[in-house]
């Protein structure tokens, strides 16, 4: 099961902090993926970490959002810098067992951002 949290209103310019906690398994063996998905339309992939913490990212947040996880507390978290107007969507993460392709997804957590 994984919690999302950290949302929020934000200025254009500003920062925000998402944390996704998984319960009831560990976190160490996921990949572990943030999406976002923005008024009308698709749920794209926004960052991915894996078990290795090798990371990637979409272009358009490149330089800007940092993704990172602490195993001990199984918790991933999404630091969002320079936040744009266009970064205002629900924030989802998204655990991927490599092992069986076994998937859970978060609540989901709403950012906005205001110019």
């Known amino acids: 099961q994984l919690q999302a949290s950290g949302g929020g209103l934000v200025q254009a310019g500003g920062s925000l902090r998402l944390s996704c906690v998984l319960s009831?398994?560990?976190?160490?063996?996921?990949?572990m993926d943030w999406y976002r998905q923005a008024p009308g339309k698709q749920r794209e992939l926004v960052a991915t970490?894996?078990?290795?913490?090798?990371?990637d990212y979409a272009d358009s947040v490149k330089g800007r959002f940092t993704v990172s996880k602490d195993n001990a507390k199984n918790t991933v978290y999404l630091q969002m810098n320079n936040l744009k107007p266009e970064d205002t969507a629900v924030y989802y993460c998204?655990?991927?067992?490599?092992?069986?392709?076994?998937?859970?997804w978060g609540q989901g957590t709403l950012v906005t951002v205001s110019s």
């Open positions: 970490i894996t078990p290795s913490s090798r990371t």
């Open positions: 998204r655990a991927e067992r490599p092992s069986d392709f076994f998937i859970s």
């Open positions: 009831g398994s560990i976190l160490s063996i996921f990949d």
